[in-house]
C-alpha cells in the first residue's frame, strides 16, 4: 500500500470514529426520532449504521446504483453503500451540464420529443449475469434507449416503436441480452392513427407486447416482433432465466377492458393476469413469416397463431413480476392483496400441454391458477415487487404495509420485516435480477415523502433507503434523498465496469476533427459556412468567426486534451448554444445565423486558471 493511500485509510478510520462518536454522544436526539419512523433502533445501531455506509475519503463504493428519473428523463447514478450523487446521465431530456440534446447528434437521437418518463433501467446480461457492457432504458412514449457504461453516454434512443402507445413494460432484457422487451400500458386503436369510439374499447383498441432485438456485438437495436394483445393495460415484466430461459412475463391490470375511471371500473374481477409468452417460439413463428402488416410492422395476432402466449391469473392490480434467479418460481400479486403468489414454472409448462385452461381472451389461454401456483406467500399488505438474495431469500416491497418482507423461497415461510420511513414502491437488491444475487445491500426506492429532511418546498425529494440484507435481520442503514423520479433501479458491482475518461485521439473517426491549431478556420461554399474549432486550454481557436445573416453555420469543435477531466465548453449568447466536449471528442452543431450582430462564446466547463479568458466572437454581418 503507498503512503498517500494509507494515510487516506487512516484518516478514514479516524473520521468513522469521529462520526460514530458524535453521533452516540452529541447528536443522541436524531436516534430516537429515527427509531420512531422505523429507523436503526439504539444509538449503537446508528453508530453501526454510519459505518456501513461511511465511504472514506479517497476510498471507493463497491456498487453502481442505476436509477430511472422517472419525467425527468434521465438516469442518475449513485454509489452504494454512500448513496453519493455521482453522475446524472442525460437519456430523454436536453441536459445543458454535458451539453446534451444541444449538438446535431444528440439533438437527432432526441428527434422532436424533449421529455421522456423513464422508469426500468435493465443492465445487458450474459449468461444471466449483469456484464456491464450496456444499459437499457424504457421511455412511455414508445422508446428504449441504450447507454455504454465504457463511456456513460446514450448512444442510442430506439422508436418510436410503431403501434406501441405508453411503452412502460420494459426494458426488461433477457438473460444473454438477446432482447429488450416492450409492452403497451395503453391500448389504442392500432395502427396509430386510427380512431375508435371509446365505447368499443374492449373490441377495437389493441394492446402491443413487442420484442427489440438487441445486436450482440453493437448493442444497436432494431425491432424484431409485436404480438397484438386484448385491451388490457400491461405494466412490469422480467424475463425467465435458466430453467424458464426463453420466456416472458408481463403483469397487466385493467382485464376488466374497462374505460373511465379505472380505480374503479378495472378492479371489479378478482384477477387481472400474468402474460406467459414464449419468445423463442415467437421467433420461430416470425421467421416463418407468420403476422399481419400493420403500421408498416408485422404484427401477430395469438387468434390465427396459437401456442405463444398464455395468460396467467394473478390477484388484481399487479405491478411487479419476477423470475427467481434459478428461474423455478414467477411472482406476482394484486397490490391490495396480503399475498404474493409464487408460480412454479414447471406447472405452467405442464398446464400448457394438458390444456388445463379455464376459458381465453381473444384466443390467449387461460390457465388454471390452481394449477400453476405454488404457494401464496402472507407476506403483508400491498406487495408491490419482490427482489432475491443468495440462498433462495427473496424480498417483497409492501407499499401499503410500508415495509419490507424477507420469505424464503421453497418453505414459503416469512422470516423477517421492516418497516420502510415513506411508502415503498420498487426495490434493488444488489446484482438482484441476475442468476447470482449478490445479498449484502438492498434500496427501497419510495414514494410520498414524509418529511424526515430538511424542507424544500412543495416538489419534495424523492428518497431512496438503504438496507443492510447481510445478515438474518434486515437493517435500515441510510436515507439518501434524489431526483424525480426513481420508479427502479439496478445496482452492478463496481469492479465490473471499466470505463474511459479520455476518448483516445486515435479512435476518432470523425472526418472533420482537427488536431492542430494550424487547422482551425472558416470555410464557406455558398451559404454555408463551415468553422473548424480547437479546444484545448486556454483558447477556443479560431477567437472569431465571421458569417453573413442568413448563412447556415456548422461548428465542429474537437477537444483536443487526452487529459481526464479537462473537458471544454462552447457557450453561444442568444442563439441558445451549450455544448460541452470531453476530451478527445468531436462535436458538431449547425444552425442558421438568423440575427445580425456580434455574439460572444465562451467556454463555460471551468478548465484551468485562464478558464475564463477562453473567449471569442461570433460575428453576423447583416447583408448589403
Ligand atoms: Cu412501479 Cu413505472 Cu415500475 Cu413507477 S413503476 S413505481
Ligand atoms: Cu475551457 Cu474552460
Avoid at 420494459?170 to 389504442?188: G, K, Q, W
Avoid at 374492449?202 to 432494431?222: E, L, V
Avoid at 390452481?370 to 427473496?394: C, N, R, W, Y
Wanted: hydrophobic letters at 35%; aromatic letters at 10%.
Amino acid at each position: 500500500m503507498n503512503e498517500k493511500k494509507k494515510s487516506i485509510l487512516s484518516w478514514g478510520v479516524l473520521a468513522v470514529v469521529v462520526a460514530a462518536g458524535l453521533l452516540v454522544g452529541r447528536c443522541a436526539p436524531s436516534g430516537p426520532k429515527a427509531a420512531k419512523k422505523g429507523g436503526a433502533e439504539t444509538k449503537s445501531d446508528v453508530a453501526v449504521a454510519a459505518m456501513k455506509t461511511y465511504v472514506a475519503p479517497g476510498d471507493l463504493d463497491e456498487y453502481y446504483l442505476f436509477s430511472s428519473g422517472g419525467h425527468s428523463g434521465q438516469v442518475y447514478v449513485y454509489g452504494v453503500p454512500s448513496m453519493r450523487h455521482l453522475s446524472t446521465i442525460p437519456v430523454f431530456t436536453p441536459y445543458p451540464g454535458t451539453g446534451y440534446g444541444f449538438d446535431d447528434e444528440s439533438k437527432a437521437m432526441l428527434g422532436n420529443l424533449t421529455w421522456g418518463d423513464a422508469h426500468h433501467p435493465a443492465l445487458s446480461e450474459t449468461n444471466g449475469d449483469y456484464d456491464g457492457r450496456w444499459l437499457f432504458i424504457n421511455e412511455m412514449n414508445g422508446r428504449i434507449a441504450r447507454i455504454d457504461l465504457r463511456d456513460f453516454k446514450t448512444k442510442q434512443i430506439f422508436g418510436p416503436v410503431p403501434n406501441v402507445s405508453g411503452n412502460h413494460g420494459s426494458s426488461f432484457v433477457t438473460p444473454n441480452t438477446e432482447y429488450a422487451m416492450m409492452a403497451s400500458r395503453f391500448s389504442i386503436p392500432i395502427p396509430k392513427g386510427t380512431v375508435a369510439p371509446i365505447e368499443k374499447y374492449a373490441t377495437d383498441y389493441k394492446g402491443i407486447i413487442a420484442g427489440i432485438k438487441i445486436d450482440p456485438k453493437t448493442g444497436q437495436m432494431s425491432l424484431a416482433w409485436e404480438i397484438m394483445t386484448p385491451p388490457f393495460d400491461w405494466d412490469l415484466g422480467d424475463a425467465g432465466k435458466k430453467v424458464s430461459d426463453g420466456w416472458m412475463f408481463w403483469t397487466c391490470y385493467n382485464a376488466e377492458r374497462a374505460t373511465g375511471k379505472l380505480e374503479v371500473t378495472s378492479a371489479q374481477r378478482d384477477r387481472d393476469y400474468i402474460a406467459a409468452v414464449d419468445w423463442k417460439a415467437v421467433e420461430k413463428a416470425v421467421a416463418e413469416g407468420k403476422g399481419d402488416l400493420i403500421g408498416g410492422v408485422k404484427v401477430i395476432d395469438p387468434k390465427k397463431v396459437p401456442g405463444l402466449v398464455w395468460l396467467m391469473p394473478c390477484g388484481k392490480s399487479p405491478h411487479g413480476v419476477d423470475v427467481s434467479p434459478d428461474g423455478k418460481y414467477i411472482i406476482g400479486s394484486g397490490k391490495l392483496q396480503g399475498v404474493t403468489t409464487a408460480f412454479n414454472f414447471e406447472k405452467i409448462k405442464t398446464a400448457i400441454q394438458n390444456k388445463d385452461f379455464t376459458g381465453d381472451e381473444d384466443g390467449i389461454p387461460v390457465l388454471k391458477y390452481e394449477s400453476i401456483k405454488d404457494a401464496e406467500v402472507p407476506v403483508g399488505l400491498g406487495p408491490l415487487h419482490t427482489q432475491f438474495g443468495p440462498d433462495g431469500m427473496a424480498y417483497t416491497s409492501l407499499f401499503v404495509d410500508s415495509a419490507i418482507a424477507k420469505w424464503k423461497l421453497g418453505t414459503w415461510e416469512v422470516v423477517d420485516k421492516i418497516p420502510m420511513s415513506y411508502s415503498i414502491g420498487h426495490l434493488c437488491a444488489a446484482e438482484g435480477d441476475t442468476v447470482s444475487p449478490d445479498g449484502k445491500y438492498l434500496v427501497g426506492l419510495n414514494k410520498l415523502s414524509h418529511g424526515r429532511h430538511l424542507s424544500v418546498g412543495p416538489s419534495q425529494p424523492e428518497s431512496s433507503q438503504l438496507v443492510d440484507i447481510s445478515e438474518e435481520k434486515m437493517k435500515l442503514l441510510y436515507d439518501a434523498f434524489t431526483e424525480p423520479e426513481p420508479h427502479y433501479a439496478q445496482m452492478i458491482k463496481a469492479d465490473k465496469l471499466h470505463p474511459i475518461e479520455v476518448y483516445p485521439k486515435e479512435e476518432n473517426k470523425n472526418p472533420l476533427a482537427i488536431w492542430d491549431v494550424k487547422d482551425a478556420g472558416v470555410t464557406r461554399q455558398g451559404t454555408n459556412v463551415l468553422a473548424k474549432v480547437v479546444l484545448v486550454r486556454s483558447t477556443i481557436t479560431p477567437t472569431a468567426i465571421e458569417v453573413a445573416l442568413g448563412d447556415t453555420v456548422k461548428i465542429v469543435m474537437t477537444n483536443i486534451e487526452q487529459t481526464t477531466d479537462e473537458l471544454h465548453g462552447f457557450g453561444l449568447l442568444d442563439y441558445n448554444i451549450n455544448i460541452v466536449v470531453d476530451p478527445g471528442e468531436t462535436k458538431a452543431v449547425t444552425f442558421k445565423a438568423d440575427k445580425p450582430g456580434v455574439f460572444p462564446y465562451y467556454c463555460t466547463n471551468f478548465c484551468s486558471a485562464l478558464h475564463q479568458e477562453m473567449q471569442g466572437y461570433l460575428i453576423v454581418k447583416p447583408k448589403g
